[in-house]
């Protein structure tokens, strides 16, 4: 039932802006904290909503995708919230078929093979026509969220996105991709951009339906070496930050975006370098020469091995306190090195968020 959606206006007043602005380099009262993959499967409540339910139909949803969006933080006072969308809605828009298969994953029964398949997708993307839904979920989300915290926005980045097109799914040595950059470069920088065209477009159109700031998934980072990754991946992505803040300029607006290139450690000082306030870090990066790499050019976000959610809530604690000495407590976001898992207890997430807020406040409180 399609119920009344409300347009992008007249939004709540923020109450919560700490995770703003620490993306900023601002001062804060404590570290703000979220989670990637914070509304998932981890959550009981989560698995009764989509029980039964078509993964990509539930993302097509607005209504869902805000119950969906809500309920961690129901549970918890995380300082941010992310919409719950999927990366591949975009390789959908540009008319690909997807289809999340049980026990497998996202699954493309066509992918990509060879150069001329380039000629099956579509060019020019209309973003309101074919990802207008998610928009619609971030504006019914923006107004239902009460201004509680800022909501954030997302994209997958072209290289990963075009990794999934060719392997037809997830893989664990990328071959099928990686063989497209070393036998048809030509072919996939025009892929690469065609994808980087739809990304602006689209990350642009969240922001005007209400996102507070945007993260860029570079997911597929790890498998590109440090060179591959110069032509392949980093182009894109400065791309990406550089055109959305232009036109986000032209109409006044400033959003701090995010980038997590996951594995990346070889080019974390580019990544600092790539018009992105933020850079995300996995949990393999050490804090300390992670701050010292980026020379303080950018807010850091990470990087807890999700794995130390496994242990008990004092070991937590402690984990937490020696991740927030070293990266600091200014310019800097808690999270996680990569996503929830969906075994994980509800209850140690709360005990990370805790422990974060806890340690933070005392050691900004001794500065």
């Given at each position: ?107 493309f029964p066509e992918p990509l093979k060879e150069p001329e398949d380039l000629q099956r997708l579509q060019v020019k993307v209309d973003t309101d026509k074919e990802l207008g839904y998610v928009f619609r979920a971030i504006t019914l989300t923006r107004h239902k969220i009460e201004g509680k915290v800022p909501l ?88 990406i930050a550089r055109r959305v803040k232009d036109k986000l300029k032209e109409a006044g607006q400033d959003v701090p975006m995010i980038v997590f290139a996951k594995d990346a450690h070889y ?101």
């Open positions: 039932s399609e119920c009344f959606l409300p347009s992008p206006k007249d939004f709540p007043q923020l109450k919560n802006d700490t995770f703003l602005r620490a993306a900023r380099g601002e001062e804060t009262e404590h570290v703000p904290v979220w989670c990637m993959r914070q509304a998932g499967r981890y959550l009981p409540e989560f698995r009764e909503s989509r029980a039964g339910k078509d993964f990509f139909e539930t993302c097509q949803s607005p209504e869902a995708c805000c119950e969906l969006t809500l309920q961690p933080l129901r549970r918890f006072p995380f300082d941010a919230a992310i919409i719950f969308s999927d990366i591949l809605v975009v390789p959908q828009a540009m008319g690909m078929d997807v289809q999340m298969v049980a026990g497998k994953g996202p699954t954030i926005g997302f994209s997958g980045a072209p290289w990963t996105l075009m990794s999934y097109m060719i392997e037809g799914g997830g893989s664990n040595t990328h071959s099928k991709a990686k063989r497209w950059l070393y036998q048809h470069p030509e072919a996939s920088h025009m892929l690469l951009k065609m994808l980087t065209d739809v990304i602006v477009e689209y990350l642009l159109g969240q922001v005007a339906a209400g996102a507070q700031a945007l993260q860029v998934f570079e997911s597929h980072a790890g498998i590109l070496g440090p060179a591959e990754f110069k032509e392949f991946s980093l182009p894109y992505l400065r791309d080019a974390l000082e580019e990544l600092s370098q790539s018009n992105y306030e933020v850079v995300g870090l996995d949990w393999t990066i050490d804090p300390l020469s992670a701050r010292e790499r980026t020379g303080g050019k950018v807010s850091l976000q990470g990087n807890m091995d999700p794995c130390a959610l496994y242990a008990p809530k004092e070991r937590i604690s402690d984990i937490v306190k020696k991740m927030l000495e070293g990266f600091g407590t200014r310019g800097y976001i808690a999270n996680l090195g990569h996503g929830v898992y969906p075994d994980m207890e509800p209850e140690n997430i709360g005990a990370f968020v805790e422990a974060v807020h806890q340690h933070s406040k005392q050691m900004i409180k001794q500065i």
